[in-house]
């Protein structure tokens, strides 16, 4: 925002922001907000402030725009606002907020005239990783609103991750075939709040049979009743035709709660056809719907993890072989240009800007390989870029960037390009947690500008690393053929080692810089890391580990 001191700045406007670019970005979980005060000013003569909180988020790093207001509350310095906010959270984007609070003094939208009593800037990110999150409110100058607080509680909305494990029979259905008996599948619809039905499973068609059994299936609750665990649901069972016909058997009404009684015995329905009801007096039903068994599962999140106190560490390692060119030469991509970032300072920018939310002391080890380092008299793979093997942390992204800057006036750029050894090295840590039982996960993120000398171990390397709470980020810096580099990344197949043996799980991510040379430095932090959520709870769940009880 631009220089607001001594005057009042007229709110952003009602509106959604623009969406998200597509790609990585659409996927998402959805976050609730809420928001608590103490010690606000008191604005008021006769009586207290009569205090609203606003949300607001910023789109495009140009225009805020609002995303609600809480309800004003009247005479209260410590309010506990109860309207929530809904926010799309995405991990892979630095979402930056601002909260806003006002003493409200007359009926009308705008917040010109009501008197300002401090405001709060952050992410999204440090929200969830920090929930709740405490700060100071500050003026507009950046200085203390009194002795006013702000607290932010992020919680992820429930439902969207239980799965029932259900397992269906059916006993005595009526004889629909001419020449057989049925062949019987269910329908599973979801009954709207307007009236209108969702299909949200069908099992298979078991065929020929009035008994079918089928096998055990499973259903997210969210899909079924939309959190509402009371909510209809329909349940059809229909034999099955090639044609598309397929005959109605009947049919009957649940919900969520009366199937979860089944975790204890069996559960039956009679199986209901309206019509055939309708015209028989002595119609019973067409069968007996039985569920055998469920059982309510939830697969844990990435914010599951993250709100009982993960810590995601960050780690780069960076290329200085020589096929870079000479620093000096404004063609070489580690030039330092003081107008412009380069390719390399741009990555570490982009992707440390968004994982320094999830490391409590924003202290981020930064390595270099391939450079001549004069004090050794060799070439090394795995050196500190601040010079200090025994502290090679650098203080945030920003001082990532300061080391990288200074290392590169002092260092001869040489080869060959290994990145065998800094993955080793990170490993080695993340070996470490995993035995300590250290809640902790690690992220690499690689920057070189061609292809790997050591292919071959640098495969070994990850295939060792699939096995421990570890990613990497791969970003190929500059104009080479980074065709063979796309081996490394698992999404087209599973990696081996060349002695065959495949990774665990998939945690290498490449992208050539090239690709978001003509967008921003956002939308390549979007597109590397929009795997990490999937690949932190892959872990867990490989090593069958939930998250530990939430932070308080």
Known sequence: ????????????????????????????????????????????TTSKSDPCAVLMMLRGGKHWYEVGRTENIKNC?????????????YFEEVQKLK???????????????DDFLGQLECTLGQVVASAPYRKPLLKRNGHPAGKGKICVLAEELSGSNELLLVNFSAKNLDKKDTFGKSDPCLEFLRMNVDGSTATVHRTEVIKNTLNPQWRHFQMRTQSLSGGDYNRTLQVNCYDYDSDGSHDFIGGFNTTVNEMLEAQKTSKEWECINPKKQAKKKSYKNSGVIILNSVKLTKEHSFLDFIFSGLQINFTVGIDFTGSNGNPSSPNSLHYINPYAPNEYMQAISSVGAVCQD???????PALGFGAFLPHLNDTSHEFAINFNPQNPFCAGVQGIVDAYKNCISKVKLSGPTNAAPIIHHVANFAKQAQQTEQYSYFVLLMLTDGILTDMNKTKEAIVYASGLPMSIIIVGVGGADFSDMQE?????????????????????????????????????????????????????????????????
């Open 1 to 44: 925002m631009g220089n607001t001191r001594g005057k009042k700045t007229k709110m952003a406007g009602y509106g959604a922001p623009p969406p998200l670019a597509t790609g990585p970005g659409t996927m998402c979980s959805k976050v609730e907000i809420r928001i608590e005060c103490e010690d606000l000013l008191n604005k008021d």
């Open 77 to 89: 310095l410590c309010p506990k606002f109860s309207k929530a906010f809904t926010i799309d959270y």
């Open 99 to 113: 909260i806003a609070v006002y003493d409200i003094d007359n009926a009308t939208p705008e917040l010109d005239d």
């Open 358 to 364: 999830y490391d409590t002391d924003k202290m981020f």
């Open 488 to 552: 490394l990344d698992g999404d087209d197949g599973v990696l081996r080692s060349p002695s065959g043996h495949p990774v665990k799980r998939d945690i290498v991510q490449f992208i050539p810089f090239r690709q978001f040379s003509n967008t921003s430095a956002a939308e390549l932090a979007r597109h590397v890391l929009f795997e990490i959520p999937g690949q932190v709870t892959g872990y867990f769940k490989m090593i069958g580990m939930a998250p530990r009880p939430r932070l308080q």
